[in-house]
């Protein structure tokens, strides 16, 4: 990720936490996080952005975000890539690929059959009838506040999606998935609203 797209670091800062916050090693109130117990074994892969939170003290999330979104170096957001890369490597998920200006950089893609069939996982479930999981529902409203659903999806099916989300945002139930949209309003409002104010200065 481009360390100049504040709005997708912010959500992959975000995706990270909520992942850590469902493993019960992190909490988040009032807009704050804290550690609450070791990272898992087998989360390795979020160890730079868990070693932020554990300062001894609650944090705010903006403060967090901004480690990553308006840093005088990108050194941080390296890190946290490095260290995800590793992860999508083991499990064998992404491809060597070419990147930069000139495409001369030794780079890493998703696999394109891992892509479809996230995709298509997608569409199964909010834009058919499929039985609706947290994962996905936490994916694509990420995907929509980093602006991503256009890559993917029609403008008919980007409308669709979103109406699903502000569907379940405004349903009665008090569901993990509503509570996961919730929190992630939040915390991106929270998150970006501070990179954008410093970008326009």
């Not at 499990?91 to 200006?101: H, N, Q, S």
């Not at 997608?122 to 499929?130: K, P, S, T, V």
């Not at 994916?139 to 999806?153: E, I, Q």
């Not at 409308?159 to 008090?174: C, N």
Request: charged share 30%; proline share 3%; with cysteine.
């Amino acid at each position: 990720i481009a360390g100049y797209n504040q709005k997708a670091v912010a959500c992959l800062v975000v995706s990270g936490l909520l992942e850590m916050q469902l493993a019960k090693c992190i909490a988040l109130n009032d807009k704050k996080v804290s550690v609450c117990s070791e990272l898992p074994e087998n989360m390795t892969y979020l160890k730079p952005l868990y070693n932020i939170i554990n300062q001894g003290k609650p944090m705010k999330v903006e403060k967090v975000v901004e480690t990553y979104t308006i840093a005088f170096t990108n050194k941080k957001l390296y890190e946290l890539e490095d260290a995800l890369m590793e992860s999508l490597k083991e499990a064998d998920v992404v491809e060597p690929a070419k990147a930069g200006l000139l495409g001369n950089k030794d780079s890493y893609a998703p696999k394109k059959d891992i892509v479809t069939g996230i995709i298509e996982k997608i569409r199964a479930e909010l834009l058919e009838d499929g039985e609706i999981s947290e994962d996905v529902i936490a994916l694509t409203a990420l995907m929509d506040k980093a602006g991503n659903l256009k890559d993917y999806f029609s403008k008919y099916e980007q409308k669709e999606l979103k109406d699903k989300i502000e569907a379940i945002k405004k349903s009665e139930a008090g569901t993990l998935a509503k509570e996961m949209i919730e929190h992630i309003d939040a915390l991106t409002v929270a998150a970006i609203i501070v990179p954008a104010i410093f970008s326009a200065i």
